[in-house]
């Protein structure tokens, strides 16, 4: 096939993914004059974010007169253990609060505080309450807005598109994208002067996930194979609280919202375990009493509940209940709000936690206590950025969104992300028509490499009798949790690594049945590729860091090391190799470094109390 | 567990067939597993959209044993035990293959409606506005757009000439969302009546009845729409009139 038959289109931007960071990189994009073209997997309006629940962080102050930029930009750089890209984490503070406006200038009609302003709510790691919302489906509401924003502009939209390989000119620089349409199986160039990843996150390659198929990574792994580095693949955020019964829901997401309105966490022996795991890190802020975690929710004198530690923290300590016996009969913990709030308030807060169990386990949450266990949520790691031009390292390509790294270190606070999509959405946009419109002519890309990718993308369809991909992808599952889940061991991590080889060899020979045409089998044996390349990437560099540390637990290394704390793990492909090696965390100027002088260290993540 | 037997459409354009596939039953399970189990093993290139998994994303409709529902939130155990399951794909909109339909009939729509048009902020930077006066249209920004809605609405359903002057009831809510917006300033009432076919719904409420999300979209969008675009219709001072009432009271309200 000649480049001259593929169906081609020429844009100043082209921007891959239509979740949060996308539209919002697109509508800036196009509001900047530059010719945009938007694509995604799935129809408009479906990304992930759509299944964001609790609400997105910005310190307006609109509940508590105290909060203000500088506190959420500590909350956030001690929550990801101050491995994050200080300048990442500055602009999200400083800048979230007029996104959060602009949402509403554009439609969002966010729940309200007594006095018509936009209500906040206490989400884990969070100082002050500062998540808006709107009840528990705030990325419904935030990919809505967007979504009929950018509708309005007249953006042009590719939906069912899957990109599979980012193609590079002459110089180096990346200028076209291939892909196919899902539909039709049939095969779409983009030739472009800038290029945006806004793909989501990797979460698909473990088994218990909250992820949907399409967080198959395909942007880290675009990233990667086009030359840019990514950084921290090793920490992954798993999610204390995911369904874990029944079986077929297994993964699916309880919000963190449940416990910032005052669920709590129990195991079979009644016991609320929590108060068991406080770490030095954050004790000074944890109560240490159920009276005093108790008035806190009213009066934010107190000390917060330890149910509202980061992630990380609550995950582990589920996870050492359940391993010490005093799991539920479906292997999670008890997570109880029926036992402390009203029906009504229950129904009001958290419609549809209260629809999600209704439906699809039974369980009616105003009465019973729901059963709750870790499930692997959110990437840290991505593509490696230049934080205010959301710039990669590679000529032509950004990132934002989940697949961009830096910005929450080792662990996300809970809220962040939905406001580092608008924030880093935002900047991608100017970022990338900037660089688009100072450019005097589209770039060349050379007909061979295109025809190369189409042929590579078409070699399942020609080995019908080889492998199913559906059970490849089980398998991958399978290692990624069993060998790279949320605690890790060098021995494991090893057996993890030796296996994805031989699944990587599966995945090169792996078949598909049937046709062209919107083929499930042919469309999960090209996400494999990502889901492979992605799983290396967090296996490699989780191998290295000897320490643990927010979204990466080792059970031989049981402390945080403070020589880890001085530097990320960098990986990139050359030649068909992958590599991980250190570099040193970017200094933060002492204007900031001062907001941390009376801190307590980055903390032992598994405390005394961890085996009671 | 005992086995269960699915029958889903499969073809495309140019026509198709039933396939029945037998799959172990087990505890828990919703359609769309099923659909999953039958496409991991004995179907792998079967066509079927999904995201969420959680009744979220609105992207797993299809019409299980006739009545339009979401694969995802629809318990094995909540259909006829011991019966075959009949899966097909929306009727309202074109076929692709199997499961999937080409529903880009309502993006197209999505597009003709005019954007909100905000008033300007408060003298402090602000916008004010009380929880009872979003709580409606909150109601109406639920909408996971499955289209479930416009796939049950007879005067799209067997009648393919009206889509091209009829926009369906998840028109009427985006419409009914923009008109009872706090902020917003713009007039959609001579559209709505023209080009988006208000006239032609004949409140049979099946749209209200399939909705996902519960949303009263007769009762709360498109009655209250039909009876605003009756009243104004030849009166522009009127309507003004009323929006600046509805405006100013608002004010009021957050004083
Ligand atoms: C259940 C759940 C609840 C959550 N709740 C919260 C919360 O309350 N607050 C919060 O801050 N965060 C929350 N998160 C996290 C947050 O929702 C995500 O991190 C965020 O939405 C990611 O947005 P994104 O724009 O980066 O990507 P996504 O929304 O994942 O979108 C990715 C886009 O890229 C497209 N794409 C991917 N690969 C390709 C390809 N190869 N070709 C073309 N297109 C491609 C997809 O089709 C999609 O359009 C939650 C996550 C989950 C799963
Ligand atoms: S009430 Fe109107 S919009 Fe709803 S299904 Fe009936 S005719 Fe269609
Ligand atoms: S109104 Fe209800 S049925 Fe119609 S598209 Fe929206 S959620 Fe679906
Ligand atoms: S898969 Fe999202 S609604 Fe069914």
Redesign the interface.
């Known amino acids: 096939m000649t480049e001259s038959s593929v169906e081609t289109h020429d844009y100043d931007v082209v921007i891959i993914g239509a979740g949060g960071a996308g539209l919002r990189a697109a509508i800036e994009s196009v509001a900047r004059g530059a010719k945009t073209a938007l694509v995604c997997k799935?129809?408009?309006?479906?990304?992930?974010t759509?299944?964001a629940e609790g609400g997105l962080a910005a310190a307006m102050g609109n509940v508590w007169p105290e909060d203000n930029w500088k506190v959420h930009f500590r909350d956030t750089m001690r929550g990801g253990k101050m491995l994050n890209n200080w300048r990442m984490a500055e602009l999200h503070a400083k800048e979230a609060p007029d996104r959060v406006y602009e949402l509403?200038?554009?439609?969002a009609?966010f729940?309200?505080t007594k006095?018509?302003?936009i209500l906040q709510r206490d989400f884990g790691g969070h100082r002050y309450a500062r998540l808006a919302h709107?009840?528990d489906?705030t990325?419904?509401?935030l990919i809505?807005t967007l979504q009929?924003?950018a509708?309005?502009m007249?953006i042009d939209v590719f939906?069912e598109l899957k990109i599979v390989k980012l193609i590079h000119d002459d110089s180096g620089a990346v200028a076209g994208a291939l892909g196919f349409w899902r539909?039709s199986g049939e095969f779409v160039l983009f030739r472009g002067k800038s290029f945006v990843l806004a793909s989501g996150g990797i979460g698909k390659s473990w088994k218990y996930t909250s992820n949907?198929?399409?967080s198959s990574g395909d942007g880290h792994a675009l990233a990667l194979w086009a030359g840019a580095d990514l950084i921290d693949m090793e920490f992954v955020q798993f999610h204390p609280t995911g369904m874990v019964?029944?079986?077929?829901?297994r993964g699916?997401?309880v919000t963190e919202g449940v416990r910032g309105d005052g669920g709590i966490l129990k195991n079979s022996d009644g016991e609320r375990f929590m108060f068991n795991y406080i770490p030095p890190m954050f004790a000074p802020d944890t109560a240490d009493s159920v009276e005093e975690a108790d008035k806190w929710y009213d009066d934010k004198n107190f000390r917060r509940p330890p149910e509202l530690l980061p992630r990380d923290e609550v995950a582990r300590s589920i996870n050492s209940e359940v391993k010490a016996g005093r799991g539920t009969a479906h292997g999670g913990v008890y997570l109880d709000i029926a036992s402390r709030r009203s029906p009504e308030y229950i129904r009001r807060r958290l419609p549809?936690m209260y629809?999600?169990f209704k439906?699809?386990?039974d369980v009616d949450i105003t009465t019973t206590p729901m059963e709750v266990g870790p499930t692997c949520h959110y990437a840290m790691g991505g593509v490696r950025v230049d934080p205010d031009s959301t710039r990669a390292t590679v000529d032509g390509l950004f990132a934002a969104g989940e697949v961009a790294g830096g910005m929450h270190g080792s662990n996300r606070l809970g809220g962040n992300s939905l406001s580092d999509l608008i924030v880093f959405g935002r900047r991608a946009g100017i970022g990338a028509s900037e660089r688009a419109l100072g450019m005097t002519s589209t770039p060349k890309i050379s007909e061979a490499l295109v025809n190369d990718a189409i042929s590579e993308t078409l070699l399942p369809l020609t080995r019908s009798d080889a492998e199913?991909?559906?059970?490849v992808q089980?398998d991958l599952q399978e290692t990624m949790q069993d060998l790279v889940g949320i605690i890790r061991t060098h021995r494991e991590l090893e057996e993890a690594i030796e296996k994805l080889e031989v699944l990587q060899d599966r995945v090169d020979k792996v078949g598909?049945?049937?046709?062209r045409?919107?083929?499930?089998?042919?469309h999960?044996a090209v996400d494999l590729k990502s889901m492979i390349t992605v799983s290396k990437a967090c296996a490699n560099s989780a191998i290295l860091r000897k320490e643990s540390r927010g979204g990466h637990t080792r059970d031989d290394f049981p402390k945080a090391d403070p020589e880890f704390g001085k530097i990320n793990h960098v990986v990139s492909f050359k030649n068909g190799a992958m590599s991980v090696t250190p570099a040193p965390l970017p200094v933060m100027p002492a204007e900031l470094a001062v907001l941390f002088e009376d801190a307590p260290p980055v903390s032992n993540p598994t405390p005394k109390g961890g085996d009671k | 567990m005992s086995d269960i037997t699915v029958r889903i459409w499969r073809g495309d354009e140019n026509g198709g067939e039933f396939k029945e596939y037998v799959v172990p039953a087990q505890e828990g399970e919703v359609v769309l597993d099923v659909v999953h189990r039958v496409q991991a093993g004995q179907a792998p290139d079967l066509a079927v959209r999904w995201n969420c998994k959680a009744g979220k994303c609105g992207s797993c409709s299809a019409e299980i044993n006739g009545r339009p529902r979401l694969m995802c939130m629809t318990r094995m155990n909540s259909l006829p035990e011991g019966e075959p399951v009949t899966i097909t794909p929306m009727k309202t909109f074109p076929i692709i293959r199997d499961l999937v339909t080409d529903v880009s009939f309502n993006f197209e729509k999505l597009k003709e409606v005019p954007a909100l048009k905000p008033k300007p902020r408060e003298k402090d930077g602000t916008y004010r506005m009380m929880q009872q006066d979003i709580e409606r249209g909150q109601e109406f920004r639920k909408c996971i757009e499955c289209f479930l809605c416009q796939d049950v609405c007879h005067v799209i359903r067997d009648h393919e000439e009206n889509k091209e002057n009829y926009a369906g009831p998840r028109l009427f809510i985006r419409y009914a969302d923009l008109e009872m917006h706090p902020l917003d300033t713009n007039d959609r009432r001579k559209l709505l009546q023209e080009k988006a076919g208000l006239g032609m719904c004949n409140i049979t409420k099946c749209c209200t009845e399939v909705c996902p999300e519960h949303i009263h979209i007769t009762d709360n969008a498109i009655i209250p729409l039909k009876e605003r675009v009756v009243d104004d219709r030849y009166d522009p001072i009127a309507w003004l009139g009323r929006k600046i009432f509805k405006r100013s009271s608002k004010t009021q309200a957050s004083a």
Not at chain 1, 104 to 107: A, F, L, V, Y
Not at chain 1, 245 to 249: D, F, G, I, N
Not at chain 1, 517 to 522: I, V
């Open positions: 799935s129809l408009l309006g479906k990304a992930h759509v299944m509403e200038e554009w439609g009609l729940d309200r006095d018509g302003l709107v009840g489906r990325g419904l509401e809505r009929q924003r509708v309005a007249g939906m539909n949907s198929w399409e019964w029944p079986l077929s829901v699916l997401l549809s629809h999600q439906e699809l386990a199913n991909p559906f059970s089980h598909a049945t049937g046709g045409r919107f083929n499930s089998s042919w999960t």
